[in-house]
């Protein structure tokens, strides 16, 4: 079993829609997770950052966390084109600042 | 701005020859760490420091090495350049809390081919 697992996609979604992006991890220690945007050809940037179980609400994003299912999701409303990109679900080791990366789900916004 | 630079942004070798990627970083961190990504494994750790002198193996670090002897760099040399290192090389950095886990900011990446 991965560590982190996502969906790697493609998941279409069209302009205006909410597009959903899930995430889950097999360390019970973890503490904390980050869901990082990575355009093609480009390095990963910060979109959301979340510790303590619920949601955490930043512009159009939604970050959601359940530590007891052990599953983090990524909500974007309004979806736009320039949200197409590759996003990165991101945990952290019980031991240390380390961090765990997913494969990454594609997402595609069409107009 | 504080900022995290690589260098050389892309870089061509050949088999067997040692190469050094250049990572420097302006935000006073004392975490780095070295990622490289392909296709359908996402990033993956190859080697982090905690602070000055301090180094430790990720989980791909066959054949890298890296050294700290500044808060500001950390050098990541293939010793003997493999095709199997063709990859793009991410540099990353955080700060130092007590416990939880901080952000992780990247560098612009160095796109390695290895021939």
């Known amino acids: 079993q991965k560590e982190v697992e996502q969906n790697s996609g493609p998941l279409s979604v069209p302009e205006g829609a909410i597009a959903s992006l899930n995430c889950t991890y097999s360390?019970?220690?973890?503490?904390?997770f980050f869901w990082y945007r990575q355009y093609s050809g480009k390095s990963p940037e910060l979109i959301m950052s979340i510790y303590s179980n619920g949601d955490k609400e930043d512009g159009r994003f939604t970050a959601q966390l359940n530590k007891a299912s052990q599953y983090v999701s990524l909500l974007i409303r309004d979806s736009q084109p320039s949200d197409s990109a590759t996003y990165l679900c991101a945990v952290n080791t019980r031991y240390g600042n380390k961090l765990v990366f997913g494969a990454g789900t594609i997402l595609r916004v069409k107009s | 701005d504080a900022e995290i630079t690589q260098s050389p942004r892309h870089k061509i070798t050949e088999t067997g020859r040692q190469v050094t990627l250049a990572c420097h970083q302006t935000w006073n961190h004392n975490n780095m760490f070295w990622y490289r990504q392909d296709l359908g494994h996402g990033l993956r750790l190859i080697h982090y420091?905690?602070?000055?002198?301090?180094?430790n193996k990720g989980e791909v670090s066959d054949g890298y090495s890296v050294s700290r002897s500044n808060t500001e760099d950390l050098p990541l040399t293939l010793e003997s350049a493999a095709s199997s290192q063709t990859s793009v090389y991410f540099c990353?950095?955080?700060?130092?809390?007590?416990?939880?886990?901080?952000?992780?900011?990247f560098g612009p990446g160095t796109r390695l081919l290895v021939l």
């Open positions: 360390d019970r220690g973890s503490q904390s």
């Open positions: 990353a950095s955080s700060e130092s809390p007590g416990g939880t886990a901080e952000t992780q900011y």
């Open positions: 420091s905690y602070g000055v002198q301090d180094t």
